[in-house]
């Protein structure tokens, strides 16, 4: 009786390690109908709808459709921007000497992205004779700052919007 027990125990310590030697192998299941877009080598995950193109380039993730001008992407900043407020100051600043009536809609919105509390600022602005729309969405995660950002054409914007809502609540952070 006591060999079989030895033996009961043996086999179910087993099982145990088997089953989760291949859970650590895992990824979280992509959500339906999405596509992954971002890399390993960042510390968020990106999923976007499968009809966007995904792309990568210089640390920034995201995707884009080609049948208008439409994109999100994801970037983001350790060390030399100190607050969402600081990067905001900056960008618009930047953003006001660039682009011709470039105007704010939406200044420091309270939101959440990848279950950070963040701030959302919409605005627009002309570029090459286009008038664009722009949504960025900005959080911190272990002190370094994010910035969701959607582009896209002013007759566009609101057409993406639900492709643009699913993307950040599946955003992940870690």
Request: hydrophobic share 35%; aromatic share 14%; proline share 2%.
């Amino acid at each position: 009786m006591r060999c079989n027990m030895k033996k009961i125990v043996s086999v179910l310590l087993l099982s145990v390690l088997a089953l989760s030697l291949f859970a650590c192998g895992k990824d979280k299941s992509v959500p339906d109908g999405m596509v992954k877009a971002s890399g390993d080598d960042v510390a968020y995950t990106l999923y976007v709808p499968g009809g966007w193109n995904t792309v990568a380039e210089s640390g920034i993730y995201g995707a884009y459709l080609s049948t208008d001008k439409s994109s999100m992407t994801v970037s983001s900043y350790y060390g030399d921007v100190q607050s969402i407020d600081d990067y905001w100051q900056k960008a618009k600043a930047s953003y006001d000497g660039t682009y011709k009536n470039f105007t704010v809609e939406t200044e420091e919105e309270p939101t959440v992205i990848g279950g950070k509390k963040g701030f959302k600022y919409v605005f627009s602005a002309e570029i090459d004779g286009a008038e664009y729309k722009f949504m960025q969405i900005c959080a911190v995660n272990s002190n370094t700052l994010y910035v969701f950002t959607y582009t896209a054409t002013a007759e566009s914007y609101d057409t993406h919007m639900s492709d643009v809502e699913k993307t950040v609540s599946e955003f992940l952070f870690g």
